[in-house]
Structure formats: structure tokens, C-alpha cells
């Protein structure tokens, strides 16, 4: 606290002390001003008869800008600090637990995003801004499974720490995330997102073949992607209902973690890309 305020009164009174020297005035204004800066304007306007109202404005806007500087920087550092008092284990677990919450939202946002995509009829110019989505995509899911490995490793290595605090919320994460359902979703997440892509660089690269009928190899290699494609979408659409169902559930009786999970939007059917 007090990071710019000093600094101001110094120079504040400092400005008193000179100008009571220059007026001759009491010089013990410039110690008052040091001890109590709000006494200033009673200063200015009484050594000061002309300009003292400009004077007064400079003083306030000064005061104002230093008082929110103050706030501002108290507010940082205040959260820079604020497990500064707790365990290392805990603070590690608090990192690992913001990581956690951001990957899980960052890959919430993509999904929600790539269900809106897949309902649009994408045309020869978005093939490659769809397959470098869909790789962006990918690299979400796998930031969001190392924090999801990371968190759980960390309460196995410490598990005694927890223990003894009593912090059962971590084992609640540990246990969604290790349930076969929610494996199985993203196992079926990352078999759709394989197909997707194979089915678009499949269509990038014989764009003109597929739509003019030229070749039947390669009208029937098209129909195999898509079958695949369209399998993959079926498979995690069914994986994805399991998953909605067993989290409603798990929440309902641990709700204390319902933000470290998948949000509720995450739940509509992808659609087929056409």
C-alpha cells in the first residue's frame, strides 16, 4: 500500500514549503500539508487570492489520479499475493486448478463453436479455414487432457496432504475425469475430429473430380470418408448424451466442482458437414 502516495506528499509539500519561503509565509504549512493532504486547498486559497481556483483543480485531479493509482495497484498486487500464506502443495493445486478451468473453457467455447460450423453447408473456400479450425480444436482438447492429467497426478502424489485437509473436492475432479464415460467421450471427440479432417483434405484435394462426377474411384473413395465421417459423428453424438447424462448426475451430488467441468451449453448433436 501507499506505492505513489509518498512520493506525492513529498512533492506536495515540498511545493508548500517553497512557496511559503518565496511569500514568506509560515513554513509550518508544508509539515500540516505532509501530515494531512487534504488541507491543501485550505492553504492555497489563503496564500493564494488569484488563480487559487486553478490551483485547487490541479491539487484535485493530482489527488484523485494518485488515490486511483493506489486502488489499482493495491487491487494487483493484493492478487498477486492472496496465496501467498497458504501451502505450496495448495497454491500448486490452485494453479493447476486454474489451468484446469481455463482448458475446460477455452475447449467448451471451440466445441460450441465447431457444432454452429458443422450445420453450415461449407463451400471450396472454407475447406481450409475448416481444417485449420478443426486442428485448433485438437490442440485445445489435448492442453485441456494435460491439465486434466496434471491435476490428477498432482492429488496422487499428495494424496496424504488432502487427506489430512480435508479437501474432497479434488478427489471429485479425480473421479470424473477418470470415469470410463467421460474417457470415452473424448476418445470419440478426437475419432470425429480425425475423420472430419480426413474427409475435408480428401474433398481440398479433389474438389473438381468430386463435384463434375469425373471418376467413380473417386466418387467412391468420397462416399467411404464420408460413411466414416458420418459414423464418427453418430458415435460421439451417442458418447456425448452418456457424458451429459452421468454429469447431471455427478453434479447433483457434487456440485462444488460444476465449474472445473464441461459447461451445459456443450450439448447439442453435431450436425453432418454437407
Known sequence: MFYIYFPFIFILSGLMFF???????PKWWAAVVFAAPVTTPYFIFKSRK????????IFLVCFFLVTAGEIFIHSKMKAKYKYANLPPVTRQLIRYSE?????TQSL???LVKLEQQSKVHSKSYK???NIVFINKIRQIMYDNQAAIKQIIEFVENHSDFFTQKD??????????YSNRIVIAHFKSLENYLDTFETLLRFCLQNLDAIINAESTVHLKNY???????????????WSNVKRIQF???????????KEYLPAKRQTEALRLWE
Open 247 to 257: 454429469q447431471n448426475d455427478f453434479t447433483k451430488r457434487y456440485p462444488e466442482i
Open 223 to 237: 462416399d467411404e470418408y464420408y460413411l466414416r465421417y458420418r459414423r464418427a459423428v453418430d458415435s460421439h453424438n
Open 19 to 25: 512557496e511559503c519561503k518565496r511569500r514568506s509565509l
Open 108 to 110: 467448451d467455447n471451440g
Open 167 to 176: 479437501l474432497q473436492w479434488v478427489y471429485e475432479i479425480k473421479q470424473f
Open 99 to 103: 489451468i484446469l478451468k481455463q482448458t
Open 50 to 57: 488569484d488563480h487559487s481556483l486553478i490551483l485547487l483543480m
Open 127 to 129: 475447406l481450409e479455414q
